[in-house]
């Protein structure tokens, strides 16, 4: 497709377990980032890749918290050892001019 | 840190009406954002402003930036029940980040 995909759209896990989610950005796009979006809260930054540089990580809440990026293209946003607190919307966006994200559809977590 | 407080949280109004939300800060950003976020998908965006003072018109809506460049607004004429969502401003401050306020739910009720 043309626009930013995201897999799986929800995920329903047991507090603990581990969760991978994935992001697949709009061809040709160097940038990528991911957020975190909670019920009444805005848009949380989470981590920023752009092209070969090193990432962003300042938005990290905790060392559970990892990103990788693979071949410039696809990211996966582990979550180790989820806590309830981590339930929220996780949105990727990719963007090729400096402030113009594109948004995919977010996949939601829940942790029981 | 920069924050950018949107207001109202909630509306709800009728077809038909006008209405305006604002998005306001005590920093100064380079260019101010305003997106649509429908339920289930992501946001998109709607304009950017980049310049203080700039007005932009989108069909039945429009943007404005403010002088400062510290605040903007959006402006819905005769709101349809297609307006219906979560609208955020998001702002820049020349890097790749942005900051991005907690937003105004619209309801328009047919």
Redesign the interface.
């Known amino acids: 497709g043309a626009g930013v995909s995201q897999s799986p759209s929800n995920k329903v896990t047991e507090k603990g377990k581990d969760v991978e989610l994935r992001c697949d950005p709009i061809s040709g796009h160097t940038a990528l980032y991911w957020y975190r979006q909670s019920l009444g809260q805005g848009l949380e930054f989470l981590i920023y890749f752009q092209g070969n540089s090193a990432p962003d990580k300042s938005g990290l809440p905790s060392d559970r918290f990892s990103a990788e990026r693979t071949g410039g293209s696809v990211s996966t946003l582990t979550i180790q050892r989820t806590q309830q607190e981590d339930s929220a919307v996780y949105l990727c966006a990719s963007s090729i001019l400096r402030n113009t994200q594109y948004f995919g559809p977010g996949t939601r977590l829940t942790v029981l | 840190t920069q924050l950018?407080e949107q207001s109202p949280q909630f509306l709800s109004i009728q077809e038909g009406e006008n209405l305006t939300v604002y998005c306001n800060s005590s920093s100064v950003f380079s260019?101010l954002?305003w997106?649509r976020q429908e339920p289930?998908?992501?946001?998109?965006?709607l304009v950017?402003v980049v310049t203080g003072g700039e007005v932009k018109k989108l069909k039945r809506l429009t943007f404005q930036f403010g002088d400062a460049r510290k605040d903007s607004s959006l402006h819905i004429t005769a709101a349809q029940p297609g307006d219906t969502g979560l609208y955020?401003c998001?702002g820049?401050a020349g890097?790749?980040?942005?900051t991005?306020?907690?937003?105004t739910k619209l309801s328009v009720i047919p």
């Open positions: 950018l260019s954002q997106y289930g998908e992501g946001p998109v965006l950017t955020l998001a820049g890097s790749y980040q942005l991005f306020g907690k937003g």
